[in-house]
């Protein structure tokens, strides 16, 4: 095995931070990937791949990629949520890699919402 040389060190600090701000960090939009069970027997694995690539090849920096459970709609999987800072989130279903790439680059990257695919605009929760 080869030695560890500093720009090696200062690529993997880079891609560490990447994943951080994908998982945790702040951003002016959240695309979170519905990955229940349900979700992954209908795909969600490979709109998370795809919508991992987009922002790894756009060098997107601003743009939280996150999981969460089953939204209760499993007919409807694969699904993802998009939130953007000082909009309703949007719930799009029924999803393919190719339909999730549009999202991505209409939606979260222009702020345009792909009626299409959404099933719904606000949050069902109660304040």
Avoid: W
């Avoid at 891609?15 to 990937?33: D, F, S």
């Avoid at 979700?39 to 987009?54: C, Q, V």
């Avoid at 800072?85 to 345009?112: C, N, R, W």
């Amino acid at each position: 095995m080869s030695k560890l040389k500093p720009e090696d060190l200062a690529k993997i600090t880079e891609k560490v931070k990447r994943t951080m701000l994908l998982r945790e960090g702040t951003g002016r939009a959240k695309v979170i990937v519905h990955m229940g069970t349900c979700g992954i027997a209908s795909g969600a694995r490979a709109i998370m791949s795809a919508l991992m690539k987009e922002i790894e090849e756009r060098n997107i920096k601003d743009v939280i990629l996150t999981t969460s459970s089953c939204a209760g709609l499993c007919s409807r999987e694969p699904m993802i949520t998009v939130e953007v800072q000082d909009q309703p989130p949007v719930k799009y279903v029924d999803l393919t890699p190719d339909k999730a790439k549009e999202i991505f680059a209409k939606h979260v990257l222009s702020g345009e919402i792909v009626k299409e695919y959404a099933l719904a605009f606000g949050s069902e929760r109660v304040p």
